[in-house]
């Protein structure tokens, strides 16, 4: 991993690959040409190795399973263990997900070292076409230009323009799982993923913990069961929703005491906690990247338009990622990776067709593949509902952890249009059905297939030899 000063008056320095942005889709992507020998420049603003290990999924992960953990023992009595009683402490759950990060950017240091990428910590900028200048982290700057340029600078927590929104200094994902001491009340606004995962794993090391959602229900493009399963699980943990509800104005200082007043069903009301932390959506960071110099056109929503290839509207130019409009998911970036390598090396791979996989790591969790009911009533298909309680997997009552339920939909040719499964360790289960839509395969070969009991992927038998509900097309 070079690091060397240049004077920005020379000629700018010469790549076969700049990329901006060191996260999955592009690491992977400069540490696979560079080892063939091409010459490879990263710039990384922040994050080594981008959001994943140092603070998105991997670290909100680890602090996840540290309540997990603490859940079972606010359980102990369910499995006939006597103690005193416990305290959580937050100062040790952070370090414990601290001391992951070190190890996680050790080993992408090594890999940046050992492939021969040189690797930039600054603000990189374009000042032209496949050029961009760098305003180093130590001082300075230095401008480089590429055969290819890859952008990969990911998104940002949205942040309303609300009334006193910004002076109340909220917290994002990432200031929360880097806290020290547990908030007495965080208020939460927003009742999508990250929202849910954070105010689950925060009521359970200790918090009283409120959200805050403009719309009627949870995550309100999910399937009724769905969201209705949510709502219970939350209620039954002492979560409290505030649902429907449209924020009017913020006062206060998160981290002290805040007011949220908002509209209900035409009433003013007003919610009282310590601690903020907004969870309102995503915006790409393309905002001071110089894209007009580099002719690199962007949607009305900011997104970097791409097409199947991921190739931008100036020639050299590739996106991937989030800021490139992919599904907001590290496992979509590693994706994007593939297909960038292969275009970039005359290939012909594409991003359309894709089978995109989704797994919320509450608990229990929630994950998904292909058509849900209500993309499939939408779209006109008839199908056949295969659907389970998990109490029907003998495996969950064994774990004491039967809450939930599974269903997929299949189509008229017997394959697998669609799997939701709402319970333990959903996304290990959701993998095998994603696996058998991979191969194109019909859902009998699973349903007669011989899987070791007692386990929870032999409920997969149990879902797809249940009596199955015939739904015709609108």
């Not at 952070?94 to 240091?109: E, Q, S, W, Y």
């Not at 008839?382 to 389970?388: G, Q, T």
């Not at 269903?407 to 059905?433: N, Y």
Request: proline share 4%; hydrophobic share 40%.
């Amino acid at each position: 991993m070079t690091m060397i000063e240049a004077d920005a008056n020379q000629p700018p320095e010469e790549y076969d690959l700049v990329v901006l942005g060191s996260g999955e889709g592009s690491k992977f992507l400069a540490w696979t040409f560079a080892r063939q020998g091409k010459r490879v420049a990263v710039i990384e603003q922040r994050w080594i190795g981008g959001s994943c290990p140092n603070i998105a999924c991997l670290p909100s992960n680890n602090f996840i399973h540290s309540a997990k953990v603490a859940s079972y023992f606010a359980r102990v009595e369910e499995f006939s263990i006597s103690t005193p009683g416990y305290t959580v402490n937050m100062s040790k759950v952070t370090d414990r997900k601290r001391t992951m990060v070190k190890g996680l950017v050790d080993i992408h240091v090594h890999n940046f070292e050992t492939s021969g990428v040189n690797f930039i910590l600054g603000h990189g900028h374009f000042v032209g076409p496949r050029t961009i200048e760098v305003n180093l982290q130590t001082g300075g700057t230095r401008r480089l230009r590429g055969t290819n340029v890859v952008i990969r600078t990911g998104t940002y927590a949205t942040r309303n323009a609300i009334p006193g929104f910004k002076a109340a200094k909220p917290m994002t994902h990432i200031e929360a799982q880097g806290r020290d001491e547990i908030p007495s009340h965080l208020l939460i606004l927003g009742g999508g993923s990250i929202g849910l995962e954070f105010a689950q794993a925060m009521r359970r090391l200790g918090s009283k913990v409120s959200i805050l959602d403009r719309n009627a229900t949870l995550l309100h493009r999910e399937d009724s069961e769905v969201t209705s399963g949510l709502e219970t699980l939350f209620h039954d943990e002492g979560i409290e929703l505030i649902l429907d509800a449209t924020i009017q104005n913020v006062m206060g200082t998160s981290g002290q005491s805040v007011a949220v007043t908002y509209l209900h069903q035409s009433k003013e009301e007003t919610v009282q906690a310590s601690h903020l932390l907004v969870a309102l959506g995503r915006t790409p960071k393309t905002q001071g990247l110089g894209l007009e110099l580099a002719g690199v056109a962007v949607t009305e929503s900011g997104y970097i338009k791409v097409d199947e290839h991921l190739k931008t509207s100036a020639k050299g130019v590739w996106a991937n990622g989030e800021v490139a409009g992919s599904p907001q998911f590290t496992h979509i970036a590693f994706d994007d990776f593939r297909i960038l390598r292969d275009s970039l090396s005359g290939g012909n791979r594409v991003t359309t067709g894709r089978l995109v996989p989704s797994s919320m790591f509450t608990d229990p969790e929630l994950a998904h593949v292909g058509l849900t009911e209500g993309e499939a009533k939408a779209k006109g298909i008839s199908y056949r509902l295969f659907k389970i309680p998990m109490a029907s997997v003998l495996r969950t009552r064994t774990l004491s952890e039967t809450r939930g339920f599974m269903k997929a939909l299949v189509g008229a040719d017997d394959r697998i249009l669609g799997f939701t499964v709402f319970g333990v360790d959903g996304g290990e289960i959701m993998s095998a059905i994603q696996i058998a839509m991979i191969g194109n395969l019909p859902y009998t070969p699973i349903r007669d297939a011989v899987l070791a009991h007692p386990t929870l992927m032999e409920g997969l038998i149990v879902l797809l030899s249940a009596a199955p509900v015939s739904v015709e097309a609108a």
